[in-house]
């Protein structure tokens, strides 16, 4: 539960490089991930310096995200996803979002700071990644050290009681 509550949308970031163990340990989490029928319908794109990273941190409506030294592009494979039989219910921005979590808690759990980022250009970001049909760019997080002096904002939640509803 600490880990959970300690997570927070950084979004200021040190100058520090990320080292490649470190990455590989992110994306093994996102490798652990469940996902519906067991599919795995994503891919990661791991960028950490060069043009395609500058040309994708451009994409991005907000200045803050910018620092981080590297960003990962959460891609969802609509044809390798389970859909729900009674409505067709494609579950690949869920199974996305679950493996992009766990490499959020996977960042928090060493010493890194992410944030989920879903306000940027689509179009121009996947024709950078060369996106093809059927893949779609679900969520960019920038990854990397917090600033110095960050102050880690509170976070307002609802109450449970406001959440939940306990069903017997």
């Not at 163990?21 to 310096?49: D, I, T, Y």
């Not at 490499?103 to 060369?130: H, P």
Request: net charge negative; with cysteine.
């Amino acid at each position: 539960m600490r880990l959970v509550a300690s997570r927070y949308s950084c979004r200021s970031f040190s100058k520090e490089p990320v080292s490649l163990e470190v990455m590989q340990r992110m994306m093994e989490a996102a490798r652990l991930a469940p996902s519906a029928c067991n599919r795995q319908p994503w891919r990661f794109a791991v960028m950490s310096g060069g043009k395609v990273l500058d040309d994708i941190r451009g994409c991005y409506r907000k200045e803050g995200f910018k620092d981080a030294p590297v960003c990962i592009a959460c891609i969802g494979l609509h044809g390798q996803a389970w859909h729900r039989p009674t409505d067709d219910k494609d579950h690949t921005d869920v199974d996305v979002s679950i493996a992009a979590e766990h490499l959020c808690l996977a960042a928090q759990a060493l010493g890194l700071a992410t944030c989920w980022v879903c306000s940027f250009d689509v179009e121009q970001a996947s024709e950078i990644l060369g996106l093809v049909d059927g893949e779609e760019l679900v969520a960019l997080l920038p990854v990397g050290y917090a600033a110095e002096g960050l102050a880690v904002p509170d976070k307002a939640r609802k109450p449970l009681d406001d959440i939940v509803t306990w069903v017997s």
